[in-house]
């Protein structure tokens, strides 16, 4: 099942190597390699992020340099792989955010001893950037706040009932994941209170690839798409993503209360996506704190650019054209049979989307 079909359909034809976008008018700073000291820094993944402080899984071990370094003071350097260690951003690296997912070096005390401190001095160049507008938040200041670093699949987790499908909301979420260049997958819950049928039909013009699962149930093709990938689980209250996330990763909750404990965070207030690690390879990261994606950043073009049959239709386009109004080429180009009406209905949907179209609509407004 889930369509495999142009298995990548909402992924950007190139993609922009633009992962540390700059506000405009702020004056952008050249991404400078940093320097090449620190050759005893060790790699690190980073898990959670709160208020300043990194929370980094060792991911290698250490460096040549630091191998030395520790041959030298005859400490032992093997076997302390998987460790967290508790880091803040070193100066160098100026005002460049760090956001879970992303890879780091850490130097200074990389012991993961409680009360310890280490400094992240290098953030690795990013595969992907997920990020939203504040705009779905209570300011509305348009910028841009990175959510997640090098995540590769964003699964959109959809409940079939209780709470019911919000397509609207499952819309934003195509375009969030369409604009951070990450592949979507819908993931639809609680089968055993309704089938899948409908709201699937209503994206398969899509072409986006999903699972069905039911709490019990068997999980082995979420398992499979998830398998060494980063994938970014985003749905809202009550769709039943922790019982998801419960079940693929055993002592999940304890992780997280486990982070949270290191980050000197209460137990039950992790607001903010914690990367759990998948048993059989992989990366889960849960957000929390991030119910919707403000899409005001994302621009025609990107949106447009997932639709490949489309976009030669638009070159009779009035200049500007949000290609939702009367004056649109595009209703031409598909009466001509040049391409497939129902893609034109998606892509319009998702155009509606991005000009502010409210998502809380309940009604499947199915075209
Ligand atoms: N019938 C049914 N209920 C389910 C299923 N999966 C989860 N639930 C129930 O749905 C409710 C919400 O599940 P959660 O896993 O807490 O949902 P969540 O998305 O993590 O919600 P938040 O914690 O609010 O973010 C719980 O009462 C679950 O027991 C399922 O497959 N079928
Ligand atoms: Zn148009």
């Not at 050759?39 to 071990?61: I, N, P």
């Not at 200041?141 to 209780?162: H, K």
């Not at 019982?243 to 965070?265: E, K």
């Amino acid at each position: 099942m889930g369509a495999d079909v142009g298995r990548r359909p909402l992924r950007k034809r190139q993609y922009d190597e633009d992962d540390v976008r700059v506000r405009p008018g702020k004056g952008s700073r050249p991404r400078t390699r940093l320097r090449p000291a620190h050759e005893d820094a060790v790699e690190g993944f980073v898990v959670a992020v709160d208020r300043g402080r990194y929370t980094c899984l060792v991911t290698a071990g250490p460096s040549a340099g630091e191998k030395r370094r520790r041959a030298r003071d005859r400490a032992s350097g093997a076997g302390d792989d998987g460790r967290l260690v508790v880091a803040m951003k070193a100066r160098e690296l100026g005002r460049k955010g760090i956001v879970v997912g992303d890879r780091v070096s850490l130097v200074g005390d990389v012991s993961g001893a409680p009360d310890t401190l280490a400094r992240v001095v290098r953030v690795e160049p990013r595969a992907s950037m997920l990020r939203r507008s504040a705009d779905d938040t209570e300011d509305t200041d348009g910028i841009e706040r990175p959510v997640v670093a090098n995540a590769d699949q964003l699964v959109i987790v959809t409940a079939l009932a209780d709470p019911p499908p919000r397509p609207r909301m499952i819309d934003r979420m195509l375009v969030a994941a369409f604009d951070a260049d990450i592949e979507p997958l819908l993931c639809l819950t609680k089968s055993d209170l309704a089938p899948p049928e409908e709201l699937v039909s209503l994206y398969a013009p899509l072409g986006v690839p999903y699972v069905v699962v039911s709490k019990g149930g068997t999980l082995d093709e979420v398992r499979e798409r998830l398998r060494d990938r980063i994938s970014v689980l985003v749905g809202h209250s009550g769709v039943g993503k922790s019982t998801l996330v419960n079940a693929l990763v055993p002592g999940a909750d304890r992780a997280v209360s486990h982070v949270n404990a290191v980050t000197g965070r209460g137990r039950h207030t992790s607001t903010s996506a914690v990367a759990l690690a998948l048993p059989d390879g992989g990366w889960i990261i849960d957000t929390p704190g991030v119910r919707s994606f403000g899409l005001a950043h994302v621009s025609v073009e990107t949106v447009l650019a997932g639709f490949p049959d489309l976009v030669e239709g638009t070159v009779e386009c009035p200049k500007g054209c949000n290609h939702l109004g009367e004056e649109c080429a595009l209703d031409g180009w598909v009466a001509a049979g040049r391409a497939d009406p129902a893609r034109l209905v998606s892509l319009r949907r998702l155009l509606a989307i991005r000009e502010g179209a409210p998502d809380d609509d309940r009604r499947p407004d199915a075209p």
